[in-house]
């Protein structure tokens, strides 16, 4: 079941990635407009799927070996925050739990019928650290560019 969660979760990166970018891109187009009726869509869409993506990191980090394991490893052994061990057991968790905080802030303001360019600007946020908390193949301590790679 773990490597199932582990496989879903790696691939849904893009899907994250991609439903974000295009939700930025729609609503930087739009501008200074309010956001009205369906121009809301796009930011909808990329909140599920974040929050896809965190119940099955929550998953991973409970059941895992890489999670809480990791995170008791890392007080065991003092490793650095920047080791496998301080990435998946704190930095990982952290910034994309705070970046998927800042996309559902992002949709409820568009809900209240906020400019683009203000739901834009958090939405951009995220993505900019939802790809600084991706574990990169070029990571000392990353992962391949789907899960088993
Ligand atoms: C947009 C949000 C997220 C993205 C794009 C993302 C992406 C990834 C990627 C690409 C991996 C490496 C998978 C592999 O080995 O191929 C990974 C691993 C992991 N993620 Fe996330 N993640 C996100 C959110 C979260 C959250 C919120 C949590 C925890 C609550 C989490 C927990 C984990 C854990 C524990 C692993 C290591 C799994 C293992 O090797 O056992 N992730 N994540």
Redesign the pocket.
């Known amino acids: 079941m773990?490597t199932g969660?582990?496989?879903l979760?790696?691939s849904?990166?893009y899907i994250?990635?991609l439903t974000l970018l295009y939700a930025i891109v729609k609503g930087w187009q739009l501008g200074k407009d309010k956001v009205e009726g369906k121009e809301r869509r796009p930011y909808l869409i990329a909140m599920i799927f974040?929050h896809i993506?965190?119940l099955?990191?929550?998953g991973?980090?409970f059941m895992?070996?890489?999670?809480l394991t990791?995170l008791n490893g890392l007080f065991d052994t003092g490793a650095s925050l920047l080791s496998s061990l301080g990435f998946?057991g704190i930095i990982?968790?952290v910034l994309?739990?705070a970046?998927?905080t800042l996309i559902t802030k992002a949709h409820s303001l568009a809900k209240k019928n906020e400019t683009h360019r203000r739901v834009v600007h958090l939405m951009l946020l995220a993505l900019l650290i939802?790809l600084v908390?991706?574990?990169?193949p070029f990571y000392g301590y990353?992962?391949?560019?789907?899960?088993?790679?």
């Open positions: 773990v969660l582990l496989h979760h790696s849904l990166r994250v990635l974040a993506q965190l099955l990191g929550l991973l980090y895992g070996e890489n999670g990791a998946f990982h968790f994309m739990v970046a998927i939802i908390a991706i574990p990169w990353g992962r391949g560019f789907f899960a088993g790679m």
